[in-house]
């Protein structure tokens, strides 16, 4: 890979990473690694950083709710833009490598993609790792959308138009409820909205992107995430099961209408875009857009740059379009 002057070794041919996302990124250099700090320090961290700064765009109801499902309830918070009398639910899961993250702390995304659709967002606090390893996170994604689906009238939403939608690994966890649900086993889910997905636990460290951005100069490493999957799967045995790498699912004809966002300075760059193109290639329609100038996270970064808004607005028009 060529490279520039550039202290964070921007290729020459590329956008640099935006000053407003580079301060993070320093930020997090200076740190010691996630292993190093332990989860309960990096918990903390994460909540501090993402409850400051922007607070995202004003929303007409926010409610904190326990949310009944087959297994006990979990907490959700849902967010009514009020634009329509009725409109479509999208059920999001929040990112933090299965083990950091609460509805705190992605506020602020779920209150951009309200905003941005028009949707009323349920967003889902889902079990961490690893007090609670996989499959457990699964399962709670896969009952939030049964409950969503079942509560369509108290919801206030139009049941038909049900999606799904998350980043990191929440956008790994909606992939894997339109996967579980596909076959007409579950609720029909009428389109996924995943940012900067991981699909793939047994590639770690193994594609172009993670040899580009893997020492974490850009912020994840490839270290963040080997730390974050040894916690969610501890057992070597699980991480070829399609419910942790969506990418070994057998079959992905017949998943909804997906659009999938990748940051061009990620690790997990290059797996998002070979999902993207095997999408499409089994007549999955899907739209895919490498964000240029950003890193992992930059859609709930407490410091908004610009491609925030335009990534949201990439979003609301595919979310327009198939509706």
């Given amino acids: 890979m060529s490279r520039s002057a550039d202290p964070f070794g921007t290729p020459e041919d590329a956008e640099p990473l935006h000053f407003l996302l580079r301060a993070d990124a320093l930020a997090r250099r200076a740190r010691p690694s996630f292993r190093a700090l332990g989860i309960a320090e990096v918990r ?114 139009e049941i038909d138009r049900l999606y799904v939608s998350g980043d990191s690994a929440g956008a790994m966890l909606a992939l894997v409820a339109a996967l579980a649900f596909k076959e007409g086993n579950g609720p029909q889910i009428a389109g996924v909205i995943a940012a900067y997905p991981a699909v793939d636990f047994l590639m770690i460290g193994e594609t172009g992107s993670y ?31 399609w419910r942790c790498s969506p990418a070994l699912a057998p079959d992905v004809r017949g998943l909804p209408p997906t659009v999938i966002v990748a ?13 993207a193109a095997r ?28 491609q925030v808004a335009e990534t949201l607005a990439f979003i609301g028009s595919w979310f327009a379009a198939i509706r």
């Fill in 44 to 157: 903390r961290n994460f909540r501090e950083t993402q409850t400051s700064g922007f607070k995202g765009p004003e929303i007409a109801s926010v409610e904190d709710q326990l949310l009944p499902t087959e297994a006990g309830t979990l907490p959700v918070r849902i967010y009514r833009p009020g634009q329509t009398e009725k409109p479509p639910l999208i059920v999001y899961f929040h990112g933090g490598g299965f083990a950091i993250g609460d509805l705190d702390t992605h506020d602020r995304n779920a209150r951009g993609m309200a905003a941005a659709t028009g949707a009323t967002v349920m967003s889902v606090a889902y079990r961490l790792a690893p007090e609670h390893p996989f499959p457990a996170a699964v399962e709670d994604a896969l009952n939030a959308v049964r409950a969503g689906a079942a509560r369509a009238t108290e919801l206030r939403v």
């Fill in 211 to 241: 040899r580009a951005f893997g020492e974490g100069a850009y912020g994840l490493s490839t270290e963040d995430i080997e730390w974050f999957r040894e916690l969610y799967v501890p057992n070597p045995f699980d991480r070829s099961d």
């Fill in 263 to 275: 940051a061009n300075y990620d690790v997990l760059r290059d797996e998002a875009a070979a999902f």
């Fill in 279 to 306: 999408l499409s290639a089994d007549d999955v329609p899907v739209a895919f857009r490498i964000v240029p100038g950003t890193n992992h996270g930059f859609l709930g970064t407490p410091t908004s740059p610009p």
